[in-house]
C-alpha cells in the first residue's frame, strides 16, 4: 500500500515537516517518488517511521538513528551490533522509568502529605506523625 506524505502525518501525527526532515537525512533510502516528485511512503517506510520514533522517543539521537539505519542495509553483518544497540536502548529506557516511578512515588507522598494537612488545617499535624500513622500506600514514598 502506499500513502502520501499527508496521510502519513495524519496517521502517525508526526509533522509533515518532520517526514520531510528525515527524508532530507536520508532516513528513508529506498522511498519512491511520483512522476511529479511527491514523495510515496509505503508499508517499509511506515516499519521504518515506527523504529525511528520509538529509539527518538527512548532519548537516543538523529545521528545515532541514521547510524543504525545504515546498519541496516548492511544487512546480516550487522546483525551483532543492531542487537547491542537495541538492549543498550531497553537498559537506558529502564533506567528512565525507575526514575520515573521515584518520581512518581514522591508526587504521590506529597499529594497525600497536603491533602492530610489541609483536612487537618494545619501542617503540623502529618509533620508530628510517627511513621506507622501514616498510610502503607505512601509511607515507604517519605523523604
Not at 517499509?44 to 545521528?63: A, F, N, P, Q, Y
Not at 546480516?76 to 537506558?92: G, I, Q, V
Not at 529506557?93 to 483536612?119: F, G, H, P, R, S
Amino acid at each position: 500500500m502506499y500513502y502520501s506524505i499527508g496521510e502519513v502525518a495524519n496517521a502517525t501525527g508526526i509533522a509533515i515537516s518532520t517526514l520531510r526532515y528525515y527524508d532530507r537525512e536520508g532516513m528513508f533510502p529506498h522511498m519512491e517518488r511520483s512522476n511529479g516528485g511527491i514523495r510515496v511512503f509505503s508499508d517499509k517506510e511506515i516499519d521504518t517511521l515506527k523504529v525511528i520514533e520509538c529509539l527518538k522517543s527512548s532519548g537516543m539521537s538523529i545521528k545515532a538513528i541514521k547510524e543504525f539505519l545504515i546498519w541496516c542495509q548492511e544487512g546480516d553483518s550487522s546483525l551483532h551490533k543492531r542487537r547491542e544497540m537495541f538492549h543498550a536502548r531497553l537498559e537506558e529506557v529502564e533506567k528512565q522509568i525507575e526514575a520515573l516511578q521515584a518520581t512518581k512515588n514522591m508526587l504521590k507522598y506529597k499529594c497525600w502529605y497536603y491533602d492530610t494537612a489541609i483536612e487537618a488545617g494545619t501542617e503540623e499535624t502529618v509533620k508530628n506523625m510517627l511513621p506507622e500513622e501514616i498510610p502503607e500506600n505512601v509511607r515507604d514514598y517519605k523523604i
